[in-house]
């Protein structure tokens, strides 16, 4: 059985787009990007403006060819059985293209449904499930032409399109963009069963709050170059990236409880300010959650009085963005 649903390694991508009549500018989007998708996960694929994102998955959509390297979906090749890759994949690119104007989006699903082979019949049983599968209000769905349609509305019957004929593996460039948040919501937790069920996705996203929400594992690019990869997890604690433990303290005992915590946990600095009587102390600590509850607990038991209040904040997925390619200017 295949381990990887999707396999990218060490892809590259140059454009060469002509500028002017003659002279023509290199763009090299993927200098050698490898990635692997496990069965049944969801994969974000993270990074600035013009990082390569939206390059790298029209290429293991097989809607364009690397330059150098291999990409394998489902164990086919994408450039050698492009054909077989396309009958397990399902694409959200450019949510605004793909579709007929005139039609409604039910029309344009019957006719993608009709393409694929499908009976007028199954075509259109096929087409009603993935409506109310992603959420399409009847009413756009059924009597309104596509072109009437709003950007969120357009985003919904994209999804649609790519569920259709019910691939293992999805391909999608930032399919919540231009969703307002309940139906951004929708499509997040249709994702997440989705993969439960035993698809694969590869997605693309700006939005590291809901990314991080689905995502099991991350590939950063930036100017075509992966610069992190693996488990949200893992990526936090290899970036160094620590909890941070808020304290409220009364001020008699606050010097002992302090000394209790900084010996106990591994803490990378203390910031200290009082007011009141009252003392407020943020630590950043190095040890996971989990450590820092059992030394709280543990001093709690010995001494509960200096303590009235406590919480944890731990790093974001947007830290570890931050953290990587923060501050970098988009290309182009
Ligand atoms: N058809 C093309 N011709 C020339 N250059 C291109 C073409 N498509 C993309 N590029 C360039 O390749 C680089 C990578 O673009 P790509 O669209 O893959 O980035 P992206 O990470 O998807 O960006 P965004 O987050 O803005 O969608 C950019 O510098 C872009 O300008």
New binding site residues.
Partial sequence: MVKYAIEVLDVRKT?R?RVGLRSRSV?E?LKGVTLRVRKGTIHALL??????????IKIVATLLAPDSGAVYVGGYDAVKEASRVREIIGVVLDVSKGFYGSLTGFQNLVFYGLLKGFSMEDARKRAREVIELVGLDEQSAFKKPYFSYSLGMRAKLSLAKALYTDPEVLLLDEPTLGLDVPSAMEVRNMLVESARAGKTILV?G?NMREIEEIAEEVTIINRGVVVAQGGIQDLKRSLGLVNILYLKLREEGSGKYLTHIESSLQVARTEVSRSSGEVAVRVYVRDPRDKIMETITRILGEDPRPLIDFSIAEPSLEDAYLAVVGGDR???
């Fill in positions: 454009y787009p763009v989007a990074g600035p403006n013009g990082a390569g994102k939206t390059t790298l693309t700006h988009p290309r182009s």
